[in-house]
């Protein structure tokens, strides 16, 4: 089996900051991109922002310049480092990985569970 398990999620003031984190465990042979997506209540799911195994990032407009994504490629962990934060940042922010498991020969995409995210103003 293969999970994704996110945590840092919490209540902010805006201007404030988080960080999130993102580990994948189980039988992994290999993890290609990673990114966060967030999905506000009654709105879309969204990307954040990804990053590859080489560590070339994408972030979306509205977070560029705030937010921030690495990753820890021997540990399979994807972390998002939230600075700035304001009230439209509030979403549930998901984990999501493309990965190969041991043994197999397709990658496939895979989520987590969701953190919650609030940005009181």
């Known amino acids: 089996q293969v999970q994704l398990v996110e945590s840092g999620g919490g209540l902010v003031q805006a201007g404030g900051s988080l960080r999130l984190s993102c580990a994948a465990s189980?039988?992994?042979?290999?993890?290609?991109?990673m990114g966060w997506y967030r999905q506000a209540p009654g709105k879309q799911r969204e990307l954040v922002a990804t990053?590859?195994?080489?560590?070339?990032?994408n972030y979306a407009d509205s977070v560029k310049g705030r937010f921030t994504i690495s990753r820890d490629n021997a540990r399979n962990t994807v972390y998002l480092q939230m600075n700035g934060l304001k009230p439209e940042d509030t979403a549930v922010y998901y984990c999501?990985?493309?990965?190969?498991?041991?043994?197999?020969?397709?990658?496939?995409?895979?989520w987590g569970q969701g953190t919650q995210v609030t940005v009181s103003s």
């Open positions: 999501n990985a493309d990965l190969r498991r041991i043994g197999g020969i397709h990658f496939y995409n895979t």
């Open positions: 990053v590859t195994s080489g560590g070339t990032t």
């Open positions: 189980g039988t992994i042979s290999v993890v290609n991109a």
